[in-house]
């Protein structure tokens, strides 16, 4: 018996991953449009699919979103990127880590620009954490972190590294998420 309760857990595990990885699994991408469909847009989800998911290669889901007027006046969508990875800032006090700032952050990109973003992830993952260890330093992580002006402070010294990155492709920073974990 005490042989059999662990193989019936590790079971009970197997077939409850399997049954949450199928509950969770992404939508299928679009398919390709049928050559006699003249209403039919490429890589455009099909009509009442307000939930569309871009894919760039395996990489996380973007979501489209209202954006920028383009030069002829019409409305085009803006991508929301999500960096793979949350970005974690120790606070340093007297020689001493006293606690970590944890950071999750997205990008806000004109359409079209998601691979590019992909693709200079290592150089905006390192731009951001200069820009949050200077913040850090200079104690913009102590106190109200969280207040009007020391955000503002961040999200401006934030847009300025992406845009030195990626020049015009990026709209802004989103800091989506922000914890300050003690010690």
Do not use: W
Not at 24 to 40: M, S
Not at 158 to 181: H, P, S, Y
């Amino acid at each position: 018996m005490k042989k059999l309760i662990p193989v019936i857990l590790m079971l009970l595990g197997l077939v409850g991953g399997g049954a949450a990885g199928v509950m969770l699994r992404q939508p299928a991408p679009p398919a390709e449009c049928p050559p006699d469909d003249a209403h039919c847009v490429p890589g455009e989800a099909p009509e009442g699919d307000e939930n569309t998911h871009a894919e760039a290669g395996a990489e996380a889901p973007v979501a489209e979103g209202e954006g920028a007027t383009g030069e002829e006046g019409d409305v085009a969508a803006n991508e929301y990127v999500a960096l793979q990875r949350q970005i974690i800032v120790p606070i340093v006090n007297e020689d001493k880590v006293v606690s970590l700032m944890v950071l999750s952050l997205s990008l806000e990109v004109v359409a079209g620009a998601t691979p590019l973003v992909y693709d200079r992830q290592p150089k905006l993952r390192d731009e951001f954490l200069e820009v949050l260890f200077r913040h850090a330093n200079t104690g913009g992580f102590e106190g109200v972190f969280t207040s009007g002006e020391k955000m503002s402070d961040l999200r401006n010294a934030l847009n300025g590294a992406a845009k030195k990155v990626m020049g015009d492709n990026v709209v802004q920073v989103l800091v989506t998420e922000i914890l300050r974990q003690a010690v």
